[in-house]
């Protein structure tokens, strides 16, 4: 069974940096579309970033571009999110997904079928 285990979240003051990691295992394959959503407390969740590791473009919210980098680990199936000049309103829960077998065409909650338990990151003022 596919998993993701999420790591590096934590508290920052704003402006600050913080780098999130996600690894998958059980993939078995080279094309998938891997990335982030958040959620902040009372809001709708929301994309952020996306990597199609078979072709290796990437996908940003318009929110987070030049600011943010997804990028490959590794290993094909460990993805980190550098996320610098974090504001307060960007405190959240992050959670990593996974489309297997799939590339970043449709970036919507209902194509990643894999999520991670989420990783908290707070930004203070």
């Known amino acids: 069974a596919v998993q993701l285990m999420e790591s590096g979240g934590g508290s920052v003051q704003a402006g600050g940096s913080l780098r999130l990691s996600c690894e998958v295992s059980?993939?078995?394959?080279?094309?998938?579309?891997l990335g982030w959503f958040r959620q902040a407390p009372g809001k709708a969740r929301e994309k952020v970033a996306f990597?199609?590791?078979?072709?290796?473009?990437?996908v940003y919210d318009d929110s987070v571009k030049g600011r943010f980098t997804i990028f490959q680990g590794d290993s094909r199936n460990t993805i980190h999110l550098q996320m610098n000049s974090l504001q307060p309103e960007e405190t959240a829960m992050y959670y990593c997904?996974?489309?297997?077998?799939?590339?970043?065409?449709?970036?919507?909650?209902?194509?990643?079928?894999?999520w991670g338990q989420g990783t908290q990151v707070t930004v203070s003022s």
């Open positions: 990597l199609d590791t078979g072709d290796k473009h990437t």
């Open positions: 059980g993939n078995p394959y080279s094309d998938n579309c």
């Open positions: 997904v996974a489309a297997t077998y799939s590339r970043c065409y449709i970036i919507d909650e209902a194509a990643f079928p894999y």
